[in-house]
């Protein structure tokens, strides 16, 4: 599996676009690259998907760059509701396990 | 659909005590995943099911923990006897395959006190 590296927290403002950097250096070709949200008390839930290049949703959008070592999830004008834990996941999609790390605890402050 | 539904919430139990969490994935997922969350350990993936047949349980900690999947509507994960420090949130987690890693849903947890 490869390993992936994002920082353990940050802190933002309301109305602020937060982007938050996953390194995954030893990427393999057929791994994605996935992102979930963790509310306090609740279970980790799916907010986006990536191969390359830039992926948008309703909630996020996904930044890939060519070489794939690293992707940043971006949060358009985030609101105290997203304070939350971000995890950053990647394999491919033929068994491999979710292995969660640490996660990036973001913080939205008034 | 209701999603993944685990029960108890919370549950509070003296040393010793057997234990037994629930927990009913989403109908038509085939995959079923237990995971506990501890401050220190962060999310740790204990067992999965695929099928109803336990694929890989290398991360259950200790032979006090065991799980079962007796059919495709009901999972259960029982620890005997409980010490403290088995005190965490148990996750259930299901999929419609293991590799399907945009579709992992998540129950609430139950935050489990032993004490």
């Known amino acids: 599996l490869a390993k992936t590296t994002q920082p353990i927290s940050m802190d933002s403002y309301e109305g602020q676009e937060v982007n938050i950097t996953c390194s995954h250096n030893?990427?393999?070709?057929?791994?994605?690259i996935t992102w979930y949200q963790q509310f306090p008390s609740q279970g980790p839930r799916f907010i986006i998907q990536?191969?390359?290049t830039k992926v948008t949703n309703e909630v996020a959008s996904l930044f890939i760059p060519a070489d794939r070592k690293s992707s940043t999830l971006s949060l358009p004008r985030v609101s105290l509701s997203d304070t939350a834990v971000y995890y950053c996941?990647?394999?491919?999609?033929?068994?491999?396990?979710?292995?969660f790390g640490p996660g990036t605890r973001l913080s939205v402050l008034p | 659909d209701a999603g993944v539904i685990q029960s108890p919430r919370h549950e509070v139990t003296e040393m010793g005590q057997e234990v037994t969490l629930r927990c009913k994935p989403i109908?038509?997922?085939?995959?079923l995943f237990w995971y506990r969350q501890t401050m220190m350990r962060g999310l740790e993936l204990l067992i999965y099911?695929?099928?109803?047949?336990?694929?890989?349980d290398s991360g259950m900690p200790e032979d006090r923990f065991s799980a079962k999947m007796p059919n495709a509507s009901f999972s259960t994960l029982k620890i005997q006897p409980s010490e403290p420090r088995d005190s965490a949130v148990y996750f259930c987690?299901?999929?419609?395959?293991?590799?399907?890693?945009?579709?992992?849903?998540f129950g609430s947890g139950t935050r489990l006190t032993v004490v």
């Open positions: 987690a299901s999929s419609r395959d293991r590799g399907d890693l945009n579709g992992y849903t």
């Open positions: 030893n990427i393999a070709t057929n791994d994605y």
């Open positions: 990536g191969y390359k």
């Open positions: 996941l990647v394999g491919d999609n033929y068994g491999q396990n979710f292995v």
């Open positions: 109908s038509g997922h085939n995959s």
């Open positions: 099911f695929n099928n109803n047949v336990p694929i890989d």
